[in-house]
């Protein structure tokens, strides 16, 4: 199965520009989605197919990449984007990343 | 709307079978397909498997000994079952529509624990 490499955490300061990567074990063409999840709730896409904005979703956010090297950023980073995010890849049946964790400075 | 609901035990004791419904509304399960995501507490997501909107099936490699879905259109619902649980199978389980969109259930807290 394709294995998905995400930092576990980072700190920001709201104003700041965060960038977030995932590593795919092998090529995932541009299938990769980016999910938010906040405690206590369900995840949320935010990005699907590399960098495309879900419905809904600030333009805050965006994503990109293809094949193995992913990113996805916040820019600027809001006090109310402190969650967990995780990584999605699609391509080589389903497989979510580790989840890297942001936390505020 | 589009809605997911599971349902289930919170307890199911290890060796046993664990055995959960996914009952969706706002959508036929013969347009999308239905995807079973799992979260152990204070971790991160699994995915476990999916039952495809032509009824195809298809499941994550670890688990795929063990875990069974299913589905009737007729009720709308998509059935999860999976045996030979252990206490590591404990978790938040989720059904979710994953496409360009996303709906998600609840999710029910399953324990294994005797």
């Known amino acids: 199965d394709t294995v998905l490499t995400q930092s576990p955490a980072l700190a920001v300061s709201p104003g700041e520009r965060v960038t977030i990567s995932c590593r795919a074990s092998?090529?995932?063409?541009?299938?990769m989605h980016w999910y938010q999840q906040k405690p206590g709730q369900q995840p949320k896409l935010l990005i699907y197919k590399a960098s495309n904005l879900a419905s809904g979703v600030p333009a805050r956010f965006s994503g990109s990449g293809s094949g193995t090297d992913f990113t996805f950023t916040i820019d600027p980073v809001e006090a109310d984007d402190i969650a967990t995010y995780y990584c999605h890849q699609s391509w080589n049946s389903r497989t979510f990343g580790g989840g890297t964790k942001l936390e505020l400075k | 709307q589009v809605q997911l609901k599971e349902s289930g035990p919170g307890l199911v004791q290890p060796s046993q079978t664990l055995s959960l419904t996914c009952t969706v509304s706002?959508?036929?399960?013969?347009?999308?397909?239905v995807h079973w995501v799992r979260q152990p507490p204070g971790k991160g997501l699994e995915w476990m498997g999916r039952m495809k909107y032509d009824g195809d099936t298809y499941y994550n490699s670890a688990l795929k000994s063990r875990l069974s879905i299913s589905r009737d259109t007729s009720k709308s619902q998509v059935f999860l079952k999976m045996n030979s649980l252990q206490t590591e199978d404990t978790a938040i389980y989720y059904c979710t529509v994953l496409y360009y969109f996303d709906y998600w259930g609840q999710g029910v807290m399953v324990t294994v624990s005797s």
């Open positions: 706002g959508f036929s399960l013969m347009d999308y397909s």
């Open positions: 092998e090529s995932v063409s541009t299938l």
